[in-house]
Each structure stands twice: as structure tokens, then as C-alpha cells.
């Protein structure tokens, strides 16, 4: 699946939201590679997970793997073990573009090494 299809396969409200964030996550980060991971789009920088959106109950969350770490009173930290950050829209016209590109400045400079978190894991494990 692409993004794009992604996005078209959600209602005509988080369609809008979507395409929104997913324009606005391509001019931000034009060098980033995006796909479709764990069923939800992701953009990553050197195969680090940098941003992403997916579809819940309350509409659709646009989280930042590092987020957590932006000092940004908008965006909720998240519950896990890892220092992501999130914001859910339930509407295009909640989105704030100069908030998300001021989020995806951060998120290019401030980056926790997830790629490589299982790698340090197994290495620590033989020593």
C-alpha cells in the first residue's frame, strides 16, 4: 500500500487531515524516505522512524518518534518506554502549519537512535 492510498482510504474528513500533514511532512523533510510501516505512514531519516500519522477513535494522531524531547507543551508525550510525542487532529482546521514545521525542524535535529536500539540491545546481551 502507498500513502497516498492510505489517506484515500480514510473518511472525507481525515482525508483532508492526511493529505495536510502528508504535504506538509514531504516540504519538511523532503530528504526523508516514506512508506507505509507497521500499516501506517512513516517517514525516516537513515532508516531512523522520524514522524508519522495514524487513524484512532478520536481522529488522526501525528506522532514524533523523539517528540517527547522537543519541549513542546502541544504535543502529549506518549505512555511507552520510548520518547515519542503526539498530536490528534479531529479536523483539518485544527492543524497548524507553522507548529508542524516548527516540529519537523526539531525532529531532524533531535533524533533518539531507534534503528539501532535492538542492535545495542544484542550487543550488550554478549558482553
Known amino acids: ?51 508519522g500519522y495514524s487513524k484512532l477513535k478520536g481522529g488522526i494522531r501525528l506522532m514524533f518518534w523523539s517528540g517527547a524531547s522537543f519541549n513542546e507543551p502541544e504535543l502529549k508525550p506518549g505512555t511507552g518506554k520510548f520518547k515519542d510525542a503526539s498530536k490528534t487532529y479531529s479536523s483539518a482546521d485544527q492543524i497548524k502549519i507553522e507548529d508542524v514545521r516548527r516540529w519537523l525542524e526539531k525532529a531532524r535535529d533531535i533524533q533518539w537512535d531507534y534503528k539501532n536500539i535492538v542492535k545495542k540491545k544484542g550487543q550488550l546481551d554478549r558482553l
Open 1 to 51: 500500500m502507498k500513502i497516498s492510498e492510505y489517506n484515500q482510504s480514510q473518511s472525507e474528513n481525515d482525508q483532508q487531515i492526511c493529505k495536510q500533514l502528508m504535504n506538509a511532512i514531504n516540504e519538511g523533510l523532503p530528504e526523508a524516505e516514506s512508506k507505509i510501516w507497521h500499516k501506517h505512514p512513516v517517514w525516516f531519516l537513515e532508516e531512523n522512524p522520524i514522524v
